[in-house]
């Protein structure tokens, strides 16, 4: 016998979907501040930084990023050794639950090699990024000389 759906299971499901919605990672992060150092043609190698906030409960993981100015890409931290300051290519950045990720020159940064060609202040360059869920961000980062 079919039961009939009661307004109680009906506003159940009306919960249910506002949750799984909720859980959209797309909108539990916030990714400001994108900016790329500028590179004369000659300069094959360049940095890109950003911040990114993650407003869920859950901690996120950027993997990769992906950009047409560069041919590679590599996520750089700095480790101190010593009084040595180096950089050192990792395979993920942890953003953790209500936590904020933010790059900076002599901090994390975004490695780019390849670069295929000059970038000037003023111009603007698309990147990629790559999170552990599958998500992908795309956003828009300024070429400055340096941070405003
Ligand atoms: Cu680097």
């Known amino acids: 016998m079919l039961k009939m759906i009661t307004p109680k299971v009906v506003s159940i499901i009306g919960i249910l979907i506002v949750f799984l919605a909720s859980c959209n990672s797309k909108d539990n992060l916030k990714i400001t501040d994108a900016w790329i150092r500028a590179t004369p043609p000659s300069h094959n190698v360049s940095a890109a930084y950003l911040t990114i906030e993650n407003l869920s409960n ?3 993981e950027l993997i990769s990023i992906d950009t047409p100015a560069a ?3 590599e996520l750089h931290i700095i480790q101190h050794i010593g009084d040595v ?3 050192q290519n990792v395979k993920s950045l942890r953003i953790p639950p209500r936590g904020k990720l933010e790059m900076n020159p002599g901090g994390t940064h975004l490695m780019l090699f390849g670069m295929r060609k000059g970038l000037g202040e003023g111009d ?3 990147l990629s990024l790559y999170f552990a869920d599958n998500t992908i961000w795309n956003v828009e980062a300024r070429v400055l000389k340096k941070r405003r």
């Open 58 to 60: 859950r901690s996120r």
């Open 71 to 73: 041919d590679s890409t």
């Open 85 to 87: 300051m180096e950089m």
């Open 124 to 126: 603007s360059v698309v």
